[in-house]
């Protein structure tokens, strides 16, 4: 028995999860952690290359919602699912977790919850393989036929009708290089206290889309700041200029900047700037739930 497994075994991880996955006939058991992913951003580091998590309401069939989320610096996927922390490595401690699975389900989104790993327990939000071109269709396409047997059904990258990215901290590189490789299903872009660079590339895919941020479209970009995260200068320059472009497409009603963090979120707004008053660590604990619950 290997050391992930043995804390597995010892009921560390999350509840019933299993090395690679559940049963479908009762789908909230815990999260798939999928290892020996050819395409994962560090396929040869140690440990999943990808987390998932399947709701209870995800259809069997026809098209569906995807949501990749990428986390921050010093953590693993394994303990941002979790609700109470999970040592990233055996005999460490457990960082800040950010209970993404009961979120989710929570929520009551049918939403298929992807994570691919970054360098665990790192200073670090390289995307590795994810920023090559391409890159990010086969890592779905492989996770997919991985988990296929244990969700009935088989899905490539042509499955997905929606696809939204969020990221918490540094994991904002990861969502820019895969905005950069333009999926074709991509639809929201959520980041929690994550703005820490790349604002061209966030500006040109929310400026680019404007039109479908309208009332009838389907896009929708949220950046929600905090006031010790380091992000609110870089969020205010970035409001600045997408606030531009709805303007001059007569669009104002669908965006939102709002730096007073006392004041609750519209979340029927398209593109939402918005200071929270939570601290770095709470918006990845409380936000992921609202945005999926109103839509995203």
Same mark, same amino acid.
């Given at each position: +028995?290997?050391?992930? =497994?043995?804390? $597995?075994?010892?009921?560390?991880? /999350?509840?019933?999860?299993? $090395?690679?996955?559940?049963?479908?006939?009762? %789908?909230?058991?815990?999260? +798939?952690?999928?290892?020996?992913?050819?395409?994962?951003?560090?396929?040869?580091?140690?440990?999943?290359?990808?987390?998932?998590?399947? %709701?209870?309401?995800?259809?069997?069939?026809?098209?569906?919602?995807?949501?990749?989320?990428?986390?921050?610096? $010093?953590?693993?996927?394994?303990?941002?699912? *979790?609700?109470?922390?999970?040592?990233?490595?055996?005999?460490?401690?457990?960082?800040?977790? *950010?209970?993404? =699975?009961?979120?989710?389900?929570?929520?009551?989104?049918?939403?298929?919850?992807?994570?691919?790993?970054?360098?665990? =327990?790192?200073? *670090?939000?390289?995307?590795?393989?994810?920023?090559?071109?391409?890159?990010?269709?086969?890592? /779905?396409?492989?996770?997919?036929?991985?988990?296929?047997?244990?969700? @009935?059904?088989? +899905?490539?990258?042509?499955?997905?009708?929606?696809?939204? $990215?969020?990221?918490?901290?540094? @994991? !904002?590189?990861?969502?820019?290089?895969?905005?950069?490789?333009?999926?074709?299903?991509?639809?929201?872009?959520?980041?929690?206290?994550?703005? &820490?660079?790349?604002?061209?590339?966030?500006?040109?895919?929310?400026? *680019?889309?404007?039109?479908?941020?309208? %009332?009838?479209?389907?896009?929708?970009?949220?950046?929600?700041?905090?006031?010790?995260?380091?992000?609110?200068?870089?969020?205010?320059?970035?409001?600045?200029?997408?606030?531009?472009?709805?303007?001059?497409?007569?669009?104002?009603? =669908?965006?939102?900047?709002?730096?007073?963090?006392?004041?609750?979120?519209? !979340?029927?707004?398209?593109?939402?700037?918005?200071?929270?008053?939570?601290?770095?660590?709470?918006?990845?604990?409380? &936000?992921?739930?609202?945005?999926?619950?109103?839509?995203?």
């Amino acid at each position: +028995m290997n050391d992930r =497994e043995k804390l $597995l075994a010892a009921g560390i991880a /999350l509840g019933a999860v299993a $090395l690679y996955g559940f049963t479908r006939g009762n %789908p909230v058991t815990g999260a +798939m952690f999928l290892d020996g992913l050819a395409s994962a951003p560090f396929p040869d580091q140690s440990g999943p290359g990808a987390a998932v998590v399947v %709701p209870p309401q995800f259809p069997s069939s026809g098209p569906v919602r995807v949501c990749v989320y990428v986390r921050g610096f $010093l953590n693993c996927v394994e303990n941002v699912l *979790s609700a109470t922390g999970v040592p990233c490595s055996p005999g460490g401690r457990a960082h800040p977790p *950010s209970n993404l =699975e009961s979120q989710l389900v929570g929520s009551g989104s049918d939403t298929l919850l992807v994570l691919p790993e970054l360098r665990r =327990e790192a200073q *670090s939000g390289d995307p590795g393989r994810l920023s090559r071109g391409g890159s990010f269709a086969a890592f /779905l396409d492989e996770v997919f036929a991985r988990i296929a047997p244990a969700i @009935g059904r088989s +899905m490539t990258i042509a499955d997905v009708g929606h696809l939204g $990215l969020m990221s918490h901290s540094g @994991g !904002y590189q990861t969502i820019a290089s895969i905005i950069r490789q333009r999926p074709a299903a991509l639809r929201s872009v959520a980041l929690l206290d994550s703005l &820490y660079g790349n604002q061209p590339t966030f500006s040109d895919w929310i400026t *680019s889309n404007v039109r479908g941020f309208a %009332p009838s479209g389907s896009f929708r970009f949220a950046n929600l700041y905090t006031s010790t995260g380091g992000t609110g200068a870089k969020s205010r320059e970035l409001a600045s200029v997408v606030q531009g472009a709805f303007l001059s497409a007569n669009m104002s009603d =669908e965006f939102l900047f709002d730096d007073d963090a006392s004041t609750p979120i519209d !979340y029927s707004r398209h593109a939402i700037f918005k200071h929270v008053p939570e601290s770095h660590d709470n918006t990845a604990r409380l &936000y992921p739930r609202r945005l999926w619950a109103a839509g995203w």
